[in-house]
Nanobody, 125 residues
């Protein structure tokens, strides 16, 4: 079992920055990949970023490349999502997720088997 708790969401103006955190407990954190997804009202959940267990591999969705950075601190059992140059279209509930065994850094929802409760990010124009 893995428990995930996101934090750091909020309201920010376009062009601003936020850093999301996801604290994990349960299974050994350094043994699995982590990902961030988001879901805007009326839309399907979208892949944002993923990171391998060691942090050596990262992947990003096309809409956030060059603006968002995923990182992890295995000593703190925490994964981060640094979001810069935010746009109104980044408004969504952001979820962190823990990868299934064997997943290196997945980009699909079915590669993750534990999810946090989500944190709201709202970007005003």
């Amino acid at each position: 079992q893995v428990q995930l708790v996101e934090s750091g969401g909020g309201l920010v103006q376009a062009g601003g920055s936020l850093r999301l955190s996801c604290a994990a407990s349960g299974r050994t954190f350094s043994s699995y990949a982590m990902g961030w997804f988001r879901q805007a009202p009326g839309k399907e959940r979208e892949f944002v970023a993923a990171i391998s267990w060691s942090g050596g591999r990262t992947y990003y969705g096309d809409s956030v490349k060059g603006r968002f950075t995923i990182s992890r601190d295995n000593a703190k059992n925490t994964v981060y999502l640094q979001m810069n140059s935010l746009k109104p279209e980044d408004t969504a509930v952001y979820y962190c997720a823990a990868g299934r065994p064997g997943v290196v850094a997945g980009t699909r929802e079915n590669e993750y088997n534990y999810w946090g409760q989500g944190t709201q990010v709202t970007v005003s124009s």
